[in-house]
């Protein structure tokens, strides 16, 4: 698995973000974590990693949540030794001086704002005297409540942001649009309340394509339908440190019709994810990659077989939603990652080779039509 990002954050020398590898050659003088996905955890459990952190006295910083992922995950305790999670909002943080590279102590705010990607995730906005930095991590937001993202804020405009590091990972022109994910759980659930009301052997196998992120969708069929997901063993020790946060997740097999799937296709049998198999299986395939050109007057869920539901979830912002995101901020500097920010050509009037020349001020009117456009 390669990493997403390459980790160093160039305005603060020695913050490096989603990259543990090479940690002898990296320098740094803290870590940050937004998420606990593959493409962003690299080198984190290397032996490597732990020596520098051992020697030098580093803290890991993240989520509350995502420390605890990542101790249900290795249960390492030396690891662990150096993972703080901190609380959403700021936090002072102080750096050591790198002295060898004649630098000074810095003290940094750090404010941890809710990315909507995944369990845990978070965006993170460093702050020092002269300077703004936002790294999203991968992320969703709506882009309708962006405006009360008050960290993001000063007297209701966007804050000033001198480099920001963006999730690009749907920055493609096949995805332009993606649905809500309320949406897209709401035509799910109508299409599996169906399904179930059929025959009372009929059961779901619910498939999706990362391993946190759709507590949501657990929550939202249990709210709905009265019936809980079941998860396997190893996934119910964590959530079942987190009963409040997903209450839609249960391990009694037998208590519900919907089980988590460990199948990547329809035409497997459930033996691997229950103990007892149903007649008849309706998998529900929750993605992004695979809706390419998704039209807003399209539907977010597909019976492409009787045997076969897929639902388009992106867990990721959309082209537009994106370029909307680097539009609304305007900041000096975008380092897109994994995909690099391009320019189109559309923007050339706003910006130049890359770099933003003066902050735009957003037309209240445009805005909403573009609002309108997208989620209605
Ligand atoms: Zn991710
Ligand atoms: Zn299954």
Redesign the pocket.
Known sequence: MKS?FHGKIDEIPGVYVDNFENAEQQGARAYFL??Y?S??IQGLHSAQLLDVLSKKNITIYTTELTAAIINDDKNDERIMKHVRGLKMGSTLISLPGMPEENIPDLCVNVTLIPAG??AG?TMFLFSTTTQNILFT??FRVNLNDLPSYKHLHVKDEPIKLDALYI?T?FLDSNYENFPKRSESVEKMIFEIRMFLDLDENNAIALHTS?KY?YEFVFNEIYKQLHMKVFVGSDRWRFYSSIPNLVPGVTDKEKSTRVHLCRNRSENSSHSACVEKCRNNYLFVHLSAMKWLNYKEDKCSVARVSPKRLDVCFA??CSKREIEYFVNYFAPDKIIGFPNKYKWTRKRNDLFDGGIVKKKVKIDKKVDATLLKLMFE
Do not use: L, R, V
Request: charged content about 20%; overall charge negative.
């Open positions: 997403s937004s998420h996905h493409d962003h990607h995944s995730s991590g991968d999730d990972t990362a992120g867990t990721h």
